[in-house]
């Protein structure tokens, strides 16, 4: 399909076609958000990370229809969550430095385990569907440490002297 970029701006969640000129207005600003922090895209849906609200706005069918992607009972606190993002599970960063994993809108947590020294900070993340990793950013001890997305046992990492000024991280475990 296209590919497409989305970014929240001042009028609600505008959407880009990489390779076109001009945005297109896709989700107005609801009166029902309480702080939208961050959003993603998953297959032909959007995920509204709304730290005030205390809910995932999950729109499908081309933006036009809206759900609490938790599970009815699933009232988790969202106040200091930062980042979102979507592998089929939905993960969540708080400023805190706490990573959260919900499947199929019930929490499904998941224990980082193997690793010899202790994370600093966790201050970014990456995670997709077709990764087999997930990568977390600790700043503090200025590196990028894998571990195994589904036991969450230690990987790998890479330690970087420069690591320490950067914001946030990507993979591409294709390398295409």
Do not use: C, H
């Not at 959007?46 to 730290?51: A, Q, S, T």
């Amino acid at each position: 399909g296209d590919k497409k970029a989305y970014f929240l701006g001042d009028k609600g969640v505008m959407e880009a076609k990489i390779g076109e000129k001009g945005v297109t207005l896709v989700i107005k600003n609801d009166e029902g958000w309480g702080g939208i922090a961050d959003l993603a895209a998953f297959g032909a849906n959007l995920y509204l990370l709304d730290k005030g609200a205390g809910k995932i706005w999950k729109y499908t069918g081309e933006y036009q229809s809206k759900s609490n992607y938790f599970a009815l009972e699933v009232k988790p606190d969202l106040s200091k969550a930062v980042k979102i993002l979507i592998d089929g599970s939905v993960w969540i960063l708080t400023d805190q430095g706490n990573l959260f994993r919900y499947t199929t809108g019930m929490l499904d947590p998941i224990n980082l385990s193997g690793l010899s020294e202790n994370l600093g900070e966790m201050t970014s993340f990456f995670v997709d569907d077709v990764s087999k990793y997930l990568y977390i950013l600790d700043k503090v001890k200025k590196r990028i440490v894998l571990f195994d997305k589904k036991s969450g046992v230690y990987y790998s990492q890479y330690q970087w002297e420069g690591m320490g000024n950067v914001s946030g991280i990507a993979a591409d475990e294709e390398g295409e």
